[in-house]
């Protein structure tokens, strides 16, 4: 495995803070990828000498899961047979518990991923391990379960019950998308999924109590076991971080990892950064990693709580506008690529790397005032924004200037060479790194 040892200022309320050596620097590993064909991904190739972090994506719990892929759905059912309603579920049980991918020293009675973590774990036991429940694609039963506080107790002590018997796990990591709505199932722009404010503030009540009864669960395993276990959540950017309330859940929480990412997407015309570090004058909405990091923490997440997000990925358009500069304001194109890395205009950033360079046809670019590369192919019209070590390591150093809990990213698997992730690491980990 390949080693790397390699502005708009926030609000004035961001101190400069001492030298530490205790920032997360957090993965997400996509179990899903050890199928990629091109470049498989497994959890012999998670970088654990430069993460503290290591997030499972994704798992979930008996409910509707209509709006996931069939392939998910048939999991879900299998997984829950004979299960109560809510109870917390390993969905891709052969990927986590079936696979051999490879010999392991611990005595456990699974192969799978699961057997690759428990060895992950022994090898670097001061590593944290977390299941992360949801994801865009299984968010859906959250908002079902919101509704009874009875089966969100119930998802509580299941959950907790399963990192008990997977002893690796250090917590648990919550990705509903999102309490309050804008999620797959929920979107604001469909009259017939838009929550209602009813339901808006029923859900933020329900989060609180989804929390609370994670937090009183994850104690009484930590007087039987010893050992201090780790609450987290994903947090959505703009409007849907408001829709928390944090100064009652934050107190009982470990980390907060902002989605700072997919501002823009092939998903709408607009085009530009997708994960820009700071907003200016050309961005699109004003928006930038460090507005909406400001926006959390103005809405009571503590910052040294705050996990700033980086993307290991990137999003491109066709037909665009773009003249060869810097992207614009109102800069727009024609549609989003109609080819990616297994999907259409979503971009790993190993595929960018060998793929999509001079010899295609593509121009290099980095935007110095937004710390943003982009990618432009002036024959073909395509624009392509994504994240570099250069964009990687600036976020890292604002990460720590401001006094956030470190930097993460989605997903470990783009960086298989582990650049990004050895200048996360090397920013924020390293004793000889400079402040």
Known sequence: ??????????????????????????????????????????????????????????????????????????????????????????????????????????????????????????????????????????????????????????????????????DFFGGIDLDWEYPGGGGLTTSPWNPDTKLSDEAKASERAAFTTLVTALRSELDALSDKTGSEYELSTAVGVGPKAAQIDWNAVAPMMTNMFAMTYDFLGGWGPQTGHLTNLHATDRSWWGMGADVFINQMIEVGIPKDKLVLGAAFYGRGWEGSEFDGTLPSADLASEKGASFGSGEPGYFMYWDLKANYTKDQGYEYGY?????????????????????????????????????????????????????????????????????
């Open 1 to 166: 495995m390949k080693k790397i040892i390699a502005g708009a200022a926030l609000s004035a309320c961001l101190t400069v803070p001492a030298f530490a050596e205790n920032h997360v620097v957090g993965g997400y590993f996509a179990d899903w990828q050890y199928a990629n064909p091109e470049n498989p991904y497994t959890v012999a190739d998670i970088p654990a000498e430069n993460l503290t972090h290591v997030i499972y994506a994704f798992l979930s719990m008996c409910g509707p899961h209509e709006s996931a892929s069939e392939t998910v759905q048939q999991q879900v059912a299998k997984a829950c047979e004979g299960k109560a309603p809510y109870s917390a579920i390993v969905v891709d049980q052969k990927s986590a518990f079936d696979i051999d991918f490879g010999d392991v020293s611990v005595d456990v009675p699974y192969k799978g991923h699961f057997a690759q973590l428990a060895q992950l774990k022994k090898d670097h036991p001061e590593m944290t391990i977390l299941p992360s429940f949801g994801g865009w694609t299984m968010s859906e039963p959250f908002h079902a379960m919101a509704k009874d506080d009875a089966a969100i107790k119930h998802f509580a002590k299941t959950a907790v019950e399963l990192i008990a018997e997977y």
């Open 367 to 435: 935007d110095e005032e937004s710390h943003a590369p982009f990618l432009w192919n002036a024959e073909k019209k395509v624009f392509i924004s994504f994240e570099d070590q250069r964009s990687v390591k600036a976020k890292a150093e604002w990460a720590k200037k401001q006094g956030l809990a470190g930097v993460f990213t989605w997903e470990l698997s783009g960086d298989p060479n582990d650049e990004l992730t050895g200048v996360m690491h090397q920013v924020l980990r390293s004793k000889t790194a400079q402040n």
